[in-house]
């Protein structure tokens, strides 16, 4: 513990946040207040027409599909389809305001990494290319037509295509991300790290090696038919928040409703759904019929113990409480799994869990009464060490009753980001299928790398080592969502080129290589003409739902490149336009891309067909739609896990990273969190009473928060406000990105190689000079 490494500075320089306030949580979500503040900056921003249009056209069936989160849109639409998230995102892109060309000689690099996350969007909307040559300071603005040639040039001059790494943002639709791995493969890498590195590979490769398919294994309208809802380690009034829609439907059908988390949320507990009169007036819907407040890293112990108590009580009433019938004919392990839990250790279990053993009876008692039960979880499951064994062991549960393939019941992970899980269908991935490879062979021609190319860990680890010249980034704000900011900035410094295709400016065009490029592109909100007429995209829903999304007003500014132009336009440059693929005719018509993935991607067939019609389609998925599972065993895979607890040292705390509510990502909207009561700041740290109590710390008092890892200096985020609050008893959280420094590069989930940023072992340092306020 020696070297001390300034952090804090790097994301939000220089900002202290002399007007914190600090109130008692809510205990409810949504409500008008999502009204005033959704409807709020979009009026101020975007004026009254150009803010009816856009939110009357978002998330409707012939309008743009909203750029936040994941979640599904109901068959039957409301005229207001959104949720104060939804609005925020898109008035944030959607902004009349653009960056002038005077900014670029007005700031340079230097000036940019000096300012919050939070300034540098508010800039407005980037509308021409601009380059940093090496040795300068300065973006200045440069021609398409140079910028292309620059890269074709630099892309060209690699001694290796593996020296290159191509990024995606889960923004990124469907036909983009197809000829973006399309792009890759041709130029030869396989390099093509995404944000879902970071959020839900470990649900990717635990669900795809036990039941076949890395995806949820329900539709829509499962909700409504459960009986049981289990929510593990998410937050939905904040990041899906029409997700509590769907949870109120579910409970006015009878389900019930359990949520598993270390905080206790407001979207959690009761809902005041705003266009509902009983939502407005009354006291809305409580969610939570039982809420477990977890301690960080137990849910692995939880779901142990909740299957040992389906295993005894099926022991003590034989042929009465598992699906026989189910797992005999559709699964493997059951015997092995049972052999394993009968050592399961109860107090290991308390311990880990920081739970009585009577409310994982209540759970248990819950689990056995209900036919049809979804379990349901997003980054408080998938962010551990321990998280692709956590997430079979949800597996493990589900089968143990038939829990996959039957109306109202299965896994449902729910992905961040609007068309995370559509980029990993069209071949984002580094470790894609030799069978996705072989179709792109036998489609296009050309023989696509065959080995694994690198994820966001390993690509910052090449960095490090000098063996990445060219990063490209499609969207994103990579240097902010990874985790040890200040080891992955000074990674991304080593780099010859950076590559960003952007919006708006953030921290991201700050932290870049010795040349850089900044290429704006239109947003999903946008008309996208292109020489054969006007196109339209299309994305992924977190339940396999794939639909169309069309831009709905004119662009901000003239001379914007679609994503796809910018992607197929830099294929030219790099690859020529005599080879086997047509870059040019897919950039002038995307119903060829289309075309091209019916052919390549299972379940498209038809896609140009399919895609038209005004729901879209569902993608095939074996495990919900006939109990197939296309796993090493050809049956669904119960799994024996060792149950390792995470260990608290003394007089230290468990810290997740979280979002604020006013927050999607890496984007800042407003410095407040209103249902954690934080206004005007995000310099605090959520600590229990108790653990307050044990440490000699008090509310409001100011502290270092200090992360440890083994042979590694002590990380710093320095001079944060405590604040006391009820999260569980041991554990303490801090707002993402800010404490992402806290999380060291070598911390990552076994298997799926994501930052362990839901547990990091800290201690609070007093601050020498300590002032409360
Ligand atoms: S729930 Fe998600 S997808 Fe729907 S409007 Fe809100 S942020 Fe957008």
Redesign the pocket.
Known sequence: MTKKTESKESLNPGHDYPDLEVSPPEDWAVGLPAIYHSMEPAIVQLGLTRTAKLMTS??QKDGFD?M????PDPDKRKALE??E??AR?VTWEATPVTVPTSFWAENSVSDLLTKSEYWLGMQGRLTEPVYKPAGSDHYEPISWDKAFSLLGERLRGLDSPDKAVFYTSGRTANETAFVYQLFARAYGTNNLPDCSNMCHESTSLALGEVIGIGKSTIAYDDFERADLIIILGQNPGTN????LTALEDAKKNGAKIVAVNPLPEAGLMRYKNPQKVRGIVGRGTTLADQFLQIRSGGDMALLQALSKRVLDAEAANPGTVLDHDFLAKHSSGLAEFTAHLAGLDEAEVLAATGLDAVEIDELAERYLASDRVIISWAMGLTQHRNSVATLKEVINLLLLRGNIGKPGAGASPIRGH?NVQGDRTMGIWEQVTPAFLDAIEAEFGFSPPRPHGMDALKSIAAMQKGEVSVFFALGGNFVAALSDTEATEAAMRGCDLTVQVSTKLNRSHAVIGSEALILPTLGRTEFDLQKSGPQFLSVEDTVCAVHATHGSVPPVAPGLLSEVSIVTRMAVAALGDSGPIDWNGMEADYDLIREHISRVVPGFEDFNEKVRRSSGFILPNGPRDTRSFDTETGKAMITVNALEPLERPEGRLILQTLRSHDQFNTTIYSLNDRYRGIKNGRDVVFVNSEDLTELGLEDGQRVDIVSEWAGEPDRYLRNYRVVSYPTAKGCAAAYFPEANVLVPLASAAIGSNTPVSKAVIVRLEPVASASTR
């Open positions: 978002m998330n909203c936040s989160c994941a979640w959104f949720c998230n939804g995102a899906h928040p029409r997700m609007s």
